[in-house]
Nanobody, 123 residues
Framework: QVQLVESGGGLVQAGGSLRLSCAAS????????MGWFRQAPGKEREFVAR????????SYADSVKGRFTISRDNAKNTMYLQMNTLKPEDTAVYYC????????????????WGQGTQVTVSS
C-alpha cells in the first residue's frame, strides 16, 4: 500500500501562486508515476498534471500548461505542484494520486489517492 498526504492548499487572489505538496509513504518503490487531479463543485474530476517517478517525463492539461509546474523529490518521496497566475476557474479540491504501472499512469484510475486539499482563487 501507498499512503499519500497533500498539503499547501488555501485561499489566494487571482494572479497569485500556491505550491501543493504530496508526501508518499509505504511501498513507494512500487510507484510508476504520480499525478495531480482536481474536482470543482458540480464537475467531474479532471487530470491536471503527471510525472514519472523516474526520468523526466511529465505532462499537463491544456488548461494549466505554462502556469503550473509538476516536480518531485525522490529523496523525500514528495511530489509538488507549483501553481502560478491562478485563475478563479482553478478553484477545486486538488488530489494527488499514484499509479503502479503505465496502464493506469496514462489514464485516470490511479490505484492510490490522497484526501485532497482545497484551493480557492478569488476574483
Amino acid at each position: 500500500q501507498v499512503q499519500l498526504v497533500e498539503s499547501g492548499g488555501g485561499l489566494v487572489q487571482a494572479g497569485g501562486s500556491l505550491r501543493l505538496s504530496c508526501a508518499a509513504s509505504g511501498r513507494t518503490f512500487s510507484i510508476y508515476g504520480m499525478g495531480w487531479f482536481r474536482q470543482a463543485p458540480g464537475k467531474e474530476r479532471e487530470f491536471v498534471a503527471r510525472i514519472r517517478w523516474s526520468g523526466e517525463y511529465r505532462s499537463y492539461a491544456d488548461s494549466v500548461k505554462g502556469r503550473f509546474t509538476i516536480s518531485r523529490d525522490n529523496a523525500k518521496n514528495t511530489m509538488y505542484l507549483q501553481m502560478n497566475t491562478l485563475k478563479p476557474e482553478d478553484t477545486a479540491v486538488y488530489y494527488c494520486a499514484a499509479a503502479r504501472d503505465s496502464g493506469t499512469y496514462y489514464g485516470t484510475e490511479y490505484e492510490y489517492w490522497g484526501q485532497g486539499t482545497q484551493v480557492t482563487v478569488s476574483s
